[in-house]
C-alpha cells in the first residue's frame, strides 16, 4: 500500500490538489483583501465570483488528474460514499491543507497591510453557533450532491462540471455572505485563520465540523438518490499500478 501511495501517478493527482487548493485561497481570498470593503453588493459578488471562477477553472485544469477536490470535507464525502479510497484520504488532506497555507503565505508576504486589513479572507461566523453549524452543513451538503452527480454519476455530462460547481460556491457565498462567509471547505478557512488568528481561529471548529457533516449527509443521500449502481463511476479512476500488477499476474509463468 505505501508503495501505491507514494507512486508517481498519484504524486501528480497530490501536486493536483495542492495547486488546485492554493489556487482557491490566493485568488478567493487575496480578492477579498483587493476589494477591502465588502459593505456593498458589488463588493461581495466580486469576491464569491473570483472563488467560483477559480473552483470552476482549477476542476476543468484538473479534474481528469485528481478528481479535483480541493476541499477535504469533499474528499471524506467521496470515501463516505465508496467513490475514492480511503487509503488516500489523509494524503489527499496533506495537500490541500499545504496548497492553502501556503497561498496565505503569500497574501503575508506580498500585500501584508491588505491582508490583515481584511483578516486574511478568514471565515468568521456573524451569527450564533448552532445557526452557523447549520447553514455550513447546508451549503456543504448541496455542494456534495452537486459534486457527487458531476464526478461519480455516469449520466452527467462531465465537461459542464466545472461551471456546475463554480455557479454553486457563488450562490451558496452570496447567501451564508453576512452569516457564516459561506465556506464549506476546511482548508479553505483554516489557512487565513493561521495568519489572523483570534475570532477567526478560535471559531475554526465550526468550519471543519460542520462542512464534514454536510458532505457526509450529501455523499449519502446521492447514494440513495442514484438509483442503479450501474450509473455510478468512482471519483478516482483505477491506477496504473494497479493495472501493471493485474497484468503481471495474467501473464503465463517460464
Not at 19 to 43: E, I, Q
Not at 159 to 179: K, P
Not at 233 to 244: G, H, N, R, S, T
Amino acid at each position: 500500500m505505501k508503495k501505491e501511495i507514494l507512486s508517481r501517478d498519484m504524486m501528480r493527482r497530490y501536486a493536483a490538489e495542492f495547486c488546485g487548493t492554493f489556487a482557491l485561497v490566493f485568488f478567493g481570498c487575496g480578492t477579498r483583501a483587493m476589494v477591502g470593503d465588502t459593505s456593498n453588493f458589488a463588493g461581495i459578488l466580486m469576491v464569491h465570483i473570483a472563488f467560483g471562477f477559480t473552483i470552476a477553472a482549477m476542476i476543468y485544469t484538473f479534474s481528469h488528474l485528481s478528481s479535483a477536490h480541493f476541499n477535504p470535507a469533499i474528499t471524506v464525502g467521496f470515501a463516505i460514499a465508496r467513490r475514492f479510497p480511503w487509503r488516500f484520504v489523509v494524503p489527499y488532506w496533506v495537500a490541500q491543507f499545504a496548497g492553502a497555507v501556503l497561498a496565505s503565505t503569500f497574501h503575508f508576504l506580498i500585500f501584508p497591510d491588505r491582508a490583515a486589513a481584511a483578516h486574511y479572507g478568514a471565515t468568521i461566523p456573524k451569527i450564533p453557533i448552532v445557526p452557523s453549524l447549520a447553514v455550513e452543513i447546508i451549503l456543504t451538503f448541496f455542494l456534495m450532491l452537486v459534486s457527487m452527480s458531476t464526478a461519480t454519476d455516469k449520466r452527467f455530462n462531465r465537461a459542464d462540471g466545472g461551471l456546475t460547481v463554480g455557479f454553486t460556491i457563488v450562490i451558496s457565498g452570496l447567501i451564508a455572505n453576512s452569516l457564516t462567509g459561506g465556506s464549506m471547505n476546511p482548508a479553505r478557512s483554516l489557512a487565513p485563520a493561521l495568519f489572523a488568528a483570534g475570532d477567526a481561529l478560535a471559531s475554526y471548529w465550526i468550519y471543519l465540523v460542520a462542512p464534514l457533516c454536510g458532505a457526509i449527509l450529501g455523499a449519502l443521500i446521492y447514494e440513495v438518490m442514484r438509483g442503479s449502481e450501474e450509473y455510478a463511476k468512482p471519483a478516482l479512476d483505477e491506477l496504473p499500478v494497479k493495472k501493471v500488477e493485474k497484468l503481471e499476474q495474467l501473464k503465463l509463468p517460464a
